[in-house]
């Protein structure tokens, strides 16, 4: 027939969109992951300056160059909480 071995391809990829769909709407906590990515730099730079025994604010050490990854990590972490709360709404509205 037509199609051969890919013939079922588009019902493939409807069910594995399906699948990935279901799992990010019921399994992932998007909040808490977004918040955690948002927070990131800064624990990264806690931690070392810890460990460093520097200032967390001291750039020269390390510690304090973590910080920087914050302009990339805020505006990606509350994008993630945006789109968990969005999602939380409409299950809670929605259904």
């Given at each position: 027939g037509h199609g051969g071995i890919f013939a079922n391809?588009?019902?493939?990829?409807?069910?594995?969109c399906t699948c990935l769909y279901s799992f990010f709407m019921k399994r992932v906590p998007l909040i808490r992951i977004g918040l955690l990515i948002a927070l990131l730099p800064i624990l990264l730079?806690?931690?070392?300056?810890?460990?460093?025994g520097t200032s967390i604010f001291d750039e020269g050490s390390g510690s304090g160059a973590y910080l920087w990854l914050?302009?990339?990590?805020?505006?990606?972490?509350?994008l993630l909480v945006v789109i968990g709360l969005l999602v939380k709404l409409l299950r809670r509205f929605g259904s």
């Amino acid at each position: 027939g037509h199609g051969g071995i890919f013939a079922n391809t588009p019902n493939l990829i409807n069910l594995k969109c399906t699948c990935l769909y279901s799992f990010f709407m019921k399994r992932v906590p998007l909040i808490r992951i977004g918040l955690l990515i948002a927070l990131l730099p800064i624990l990264l730079a806690f931690s070392t300056s810890l460990l460093n025994g520097t200032s967390i604010f001291d750039e020269g050490s390390g510690s304090g160059a973590y910080l920087w990854l914050l302009m990339l990590t805020v505006p990606i972490g509350l994008l993630l909480v945006v789109i968990g709360l969005l999602v939380k709404l409409l299950r809670r509205f929605g259904s």
